[in-house]
């Protein structure tokens, strides 16, 4: 049994002079089992004014979920493959999996409609450029350019009064 844990603990027996990293056991939420290399990452606390008052190291293997030991078999959850982690209920799961779902039917209507939007300007574009050229073509065939409102602008009260203002 010795013997055993310490093969385990040094990565199947890989160990020291040929490099092989010691793996450590963990167990996921859903209680499987998994060998893997220690993530170890240094963090330091800081206080208010950005004092260095610790600090130490963790091991980031931890944050995906997993657990240094087996959960007990009635507190186990279940592993959601929509979000790659864990739930505590069925419920949960499937709802995270709508929630997906929606999110994805909401960006794929989105894309659509920025299509159609831009589709449709574009011939908006088209029609008005075939306008301008068709105008262009009267203008060289004789035709006048000519914009149609080719009267003065009527000066308004409120402008008259201001230049009245800055001639004085
Ligand atoms: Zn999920």
């Known amino acids: 049994m010795k013997l055993t844990s310490a093969i385990e603990r040094t990565g199947y027996g890989f160990g020291g002079d040929i490099g092989g990293l010691p793996r450590t056991t963990y167990y996921t939420p859903d ?6 290399i220690p993530s170890i990452r240094e963090y330091v606390k800081k206080d208010k004014e950005g004092k260095v008052i610790g600090g130490g190291t963790r091991d980031a293997n931890l944050d995906k979920g997993w657990l240094l030991s087996l959960p007990n078999r009635n507190v186990r959850k279940l592993f959601c493959q929509t979000c790659d982690r864990w739930h505590d209920t069925q419920a949960e799961v499937k709802a995270c999996g709508q ?56 000066v308004s009260r409120q402008q008259r009064a201001r230049k009245g203002k800055e001639a004085v």
Request: hydrophobic letters at 35%; glycine letters at 6%.
């Open 31 to 36: 209680g499987r089992v998994i060998k893997a």
């Open 99 to 154: 929630e997906l779902k929606k999110f994805i039917d909401q960006m794929t209507r989105k894309a659509k409609k920025e299509n159609t939007d831009k589709t449709s300007s574009l011939e908006q574009q088209v029609a008005e450029l075939k306008a301008m050229v068709s105008r262009l073509m009267e203008g060289k065939n004789g035709g006048i350019l000519q914009p149609k409102a080719n009267e003065l602008k009527k």
